[in-house]
Every structure is written in structure tokens, then in C-alpha cells.
């Protein structure tokens, strides 16, 4: 069976992303540009377990540790963009579930550089498939309290162009019912939090102070009825031809225009 996580990772900047993963990311923003980055990823319990089963690495570090470590992070602020300093990475642990939460000051959002899915990327540099392109970072531009955000284009793969035969198990109802069991707990998102406030925007969706650029629920997707097929039949080397197939289904957002103005309070 062809997997919609590989779907749904094209919308993700191609990032492979274990089935029982969830993975945040919100830019709490101020009105004079600066702020945090918080990312809290989760593993499930059933990735938890297999986790624990791999043999530990060089260091001796279970293999949890050596995903997440804190040098991990501290380097990452190199590719954050001027500014960013790492502040601090809390674990988190409850119900079976696993993760942790990085967060990260910015001093300056026009020089921060973040892109949908970079945390488990530049983390995980493995988890990027061979010739998937590299993700270009979303671009901010605040000018007074007018603050710009530059969605980038989505990039089709690098692999030759094939024609792309139809999902066998597309109608196939037991293979539609494993994908509901081993992907329903699955969520991406990412966010800007206006710690002051919004006065007006054109974003296509802002819940109060927050304005979402992303997220994906796989539970809410999976249970519509036709979802899956569409995720089957999509072209997932094709992120914008993916997009429009996933365009209007509930548990999907992600922002339509290239260009957003968010008017901080």
C-alpha cells in the first residue's frame, strides 16, 4: 500500500515524519519583532516502544536522546538566522507519549529563517529523501507594527518525471481502515501568535491572535468520506498539484496566498 504520510509530507517540505508523530511549531511574536520559537514534537506510544528497541548509538545515548539532544538544538540556532539564541528544551512525558519542547528567542523576525517542517529536518538531516528539494524559509518583513509574511513556493521533486499509475488500494477498504489506525493520531502545524494582538489581517486563517500557515490532522482528514482516496491518488511528488487536492477537506489548512499583512496591535 502506497502511504499518505508520504502525501502529507510533501505538504511539509518532503519531510518524512513517523505515522504516530505530532510535531508544533509557533512563532510567538511582539510588536517590536521580537520573540520565541517554541516546537514541541511528540511520538506516540507505539513509536515510543519501538524507539526503545533500537540498539543505542556512538555515544551510548538511547536513541530518543541522540534525536532530541540539546547540542542538537544549540547548533540549530546557526540556521535560525542573526539572533536567535536557544533558551531552552523541556521533555515531555505522559500518557505513553514521548517528546520534547525546544524554544528559541529571536531578537528580530526579519532575520529569522524557518521553513514548514525545519525542526525535524535540521535535527534529523537523515530524514530528508534522496532527491526531495530543500525546503526554502517562509520570509518575514515587519515595518512598523505591518508585519509581511512570504509563504515560498511549493518545489516538485527532483526525481524524473513518471506517469503516475493508479493506487490499487485506493477503493480498498481494509487498507483505508489501517491507514485511519496507524495515522489518526498524526497532526503538523504551524503558527504566529501575536503576543499583543491582531488589529486585521488577510490571512486565510486566524482565530483571534493566532494565524495558522499550516496544519494538518490526519484523524479529521482520514474520517471524511473520499479523503483517503484523494490522498492515495494525489501526486505527492508534486506539493502544489497535492495541495489542490487537499484544498477545502477538514483537518487541512495551509495558506493560499504568497503574500499575508498581519497589522500587530
Not at 231 to 241: G, S, V, W
Amino acid at each position: 500500500m502506497k502511504s499518505p504520510l508520504l502525501i502529507a509530507a510533501s505538504l511539509v517540505c518532503a519531510t518524512l515524519l513517523p505515522s504516530c508523530l505530532q510535531h508544533e511549531t509557533t512563532i510567538n511574536l511582539k510588536t517590536n519583532g521580537s520573540g520565541t520559537l517554541v516546537e514541541e514534537t511528540r511520538f506516540g506510544a507505539q513509536m515510543v516502544a519501538m524507539l526503545s528497541q533500537m540498539p543505542a548509538g556512538e555515544t551510548g545515548k538511547d536513541p530518543f536522546a541522540e534525536m532530541f539532544s540539546e547540542e542538537k538544538a544549540k547548533a540549530r540556532t546557526a540556521k535560525l538566522g542573526d539572533g536567535v539564541t536557544f533558551e531552552k528544551i523541556e521533555k515531555i512525558d505522559a500518557n505513553g507519549a514521548k517528546g520534547v519542547r525546544i524554544i528559541y528567542k529571536f531578537a528580530d523576525i526579519n532575520k529569522l529563517q524557518i521553513s514548514p517542517g525545519s525542526g525535524m529536518s535540521d535535527l534529523n538531516p537523515e530524514a530528508q529523501p534522496a532527491g526531495q528539494p530543500k525546503p526554502q524559509p517562509i520570509r518575514f518583513k515587519l515595518e512598523g507594527d505591518d508585519l509581511t509574511v512570504e509563504m515560498p513556493k511549493p518545489q516538485k521533486s527532483d526525481k524524473p518525471a513518471d506517469a503516475k499509475p493508479k493506487d490499487p488500494d485506493a477503493d480498498n477498504p481494509q487498507a483505508e481502515a489501517m491507514a485511519k489506525q496507524m495515522m489518526s493520531d498524526m497532526k503538523v502545524s504551524l503558527k504566529i501568535v501575536a503576543v499583543d494582538g491582531i488589529d486585521e489581517t488577510n490571512a486565510t486563517h486566524r482565530d483571534g491572535a493566532t494565524v495558522t500557515l499550516m496544519e494538518m490532522d490526519m484523524g479529521k482528514i482520514l474520517n471524511q468520506p473520499g479523503a483517503f482516496k484523494k490522498l492515495q491518488n494525489a501526486d505527492d511528488e508534486d506539493p502544489a498539484a497535492t495541495m489542490a487536492v487537499l484544498k477545502g477537506i477538514d483537518g487541512m489548512k495551509f495558506e493560499t496566498k504568497e503574500k499575508i499583512v498581519i497589522d500587530l496591535k
